[in-house]
C-alpha cells in the first residue's frame, strides 16, 4: 500500500490532517459538511476503488472513522489542513493515543532535524 495519493493535484499523505467537504443532500436541496480530521490509511489498488479513511474526535470524546471513497461524486474538496512527518502506511495504533501524544508522535519534529535547522 502507499502513504501517500494524488486527489485532484493535492498530495494526501498518511498522517496528514485533512479537511473533506461532502455534499449531503437534504430533500430537494444540498449542502457541504465538512469532516476533519487525520488521514489514517489509503487503501485500493486501482483508481476506480481507491479509499481513504479519516478519523476525528467528536465533541463528547469520542472517536469517529469514516471510509470515503474517492470516485463519489458528492466530494466537494479535500483540503490538507497540517503536514505529518510519519512515515508508516497505517496508523490504527493513534486509536490507544490521547490528543497530546498524539501531536508529539505525528507533528513534532524529530531530534536530528532540529539540530540541523540550529546550525544553519
Known sequence: MANSILFKEKKLAVGDMITVDYKIKEGEKFRIQSFQGILLK???STPENKMITVRKISK???G???IIPLI???IDTIS???VSNYQKSKLYFIRELSNQQLRNKLFSQKKAQRKVQKKA
Open 80 to 82: 490538507v489542513d497540517k
Open 42 to 44: 489509503i487503501g485500493g
Open 72 to 74: 463519489s461524486p458528492f
Open 60 to 62: 463528547t470524546g469520542i
Open 64 to 66: 469517529v472513522e469514516r
